[in-house]
């Protein structure tokens, strides 16, 4: 993007950020912060050791180390700090609306409570001007037994959820595998979403369609392997939370020039750009947005399209989405 006009409308435009993994939002900085906080020992000498450890190779090698980063919250206030960081970011890339994903099996297993955890995120969140929601997320390299377990540990804290979601090791894991714990979700009212063709294949994003009956795929860019599948996916409208960063990163494409975005949204599927793990894969969401628009030749309708795609899919009722929807069609008329 050499335009800086263009740079300057997804940067400056109201949008909702729908895949961020709030653990992936933890900072070297704060790692270290939190484990002198805690006296946990790290296997990393100083912030700027820890930083150069995030050269990946996979979805598997980010993920050991995103784990190891999360061994340092142990307080409720760790929650809200990690949180309320994220958000303060957030709100200065112009993102009106986070659903926010937790991994509560992460701290459960360290013997943290998940009262704790739920705790600390919900408060960080009342206080943000950001609009909120909670997304629970299962470990699918884990049993769908301790899935369900999990769910039922939650259950005191059901007010505060928004919806279920599913992530960690994709390949071998596939949604099948979560079918009961989902439709017990279902039956709770929680919406539905989960990680699929992010690595593993389309079959991934039918079955988390067909068998967990989810409303939103996140990442999903293999789907365009499968003609069929985009055909049905352009049918339903069903929204993909794209990570452009976290792509090349992970190795999913080789560099951003080669990532599938524009093809998506040619192929009128309703992508949208997202973080993932925003201080691990280089950067919040607007630098996934200047990322992608500088390496493909996305234009300012791709901008706007963008932008309404993320609140049409995000979980908020039509009123709420009508007001953003509205901000951001006089945002691009103004900046005509
Ligand atoms: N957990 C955190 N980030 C993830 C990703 N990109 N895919 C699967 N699980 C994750
Ligand atoms: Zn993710």
């Given amino acids: 993007m050499h335009d800086e006009q263009l740079r300057q409308l997804v940067t400056g435009m109201p949008k909702a950020e729908l895949h ?5 939002s933890l900072e070297p ?3 270290f912060a939190l484990a002198q906080r805690n006296s946990v020992t790290l296997p990393y000498d100083s912030v700027e050791a820890l930083r150069a450890a995030y050269a990946f190779s996979d979805l598997q090698s980010f993920l050991d180390i995103y784990y190891a ?42 013997g943290v409570p998940i009262a704790t955890v739920i ?9 943000s001007p950001v609009s909120t929601g909670l997304i629970l997320c299962f470990l699918r390299h ?12 939650a259950l005191p804290h059901r007010a ?3 919806g279920v979601g599913l992530d960690s090791s994709e390949v071998g894991n596939p949604p099948e595998k979560f079918a009961r714990v989902f439709e017990r979700a279902r039956q709770l009212d929680l919406r539905l979403v989960a990680h699929a063709g992010e690595e593993g294949p389309p079959a991934y994003i039918e079955s988390a369609l067909d068998v967990l009956q989810v ?20 049918r339903e409208q069903m929204a993909l939370t794209v990570c452009p960063l976290s792509n090349i990163k992970l190795r999913v494409f080789g560099d951003m020039a080669g990532h599938n975005l524009l093809e998506l949204l040619d192929a009128r599927l309703v992508a949208t750009v997202n973080s993932d793990d925003p201080a691990y894969f280089g950067g919040y969401i607007n630098d996934n947005f200047i990322a992608a628009f500088e ?27 009508r007001v953003w929807l509205d901000e951001v069609d006089a945002f691009f008329a103004e900046a005509a």
Wanted: proline content about 2%.
């Fill in 20 to 24: 961020i993994h709030i653990e992936g």
């Fill in 29 to 31: 900085e704060l790692i």
């Fill in 69 to 110: 980063g999360a061994s340092v919250l142990l307080a409720e206030q760790d929650f809200y700090d990690m949180t309320a960081a994220y958000l303060r970011r957030a709100e200065q890339d112009n993102v009106r609306h986070a659903e926010i994903f937790f991994d509560p099996q992460t701290h459960t297993a360290r």
């Fill in 119 to 127: 705790d600390g995120i919900w408060r960080a969140c009342q206080d």
């Fill in 142 to 153: 884990l049993s769908e037994e301790e899935a369900i377990a999990t769910l039922e540990e």
């Fill in 160 to 162: 505060r959820l928004l």
């Fill in 215 to 234: 409303e939103r795929i996140d990442h999903g860019v293999r789907c365009l392997d499968d003609a069929n599948l985009v055909a049905r996916l352009v």
């Fill in 295 to 321: 390496a493909l030749p996305l234009t300012r309708a791709h901008a706007r399209t963008l932008a309404r795609n993320s609140f049409n899919a995000s979980f908020v009722d039509d009123e709420r989405k």
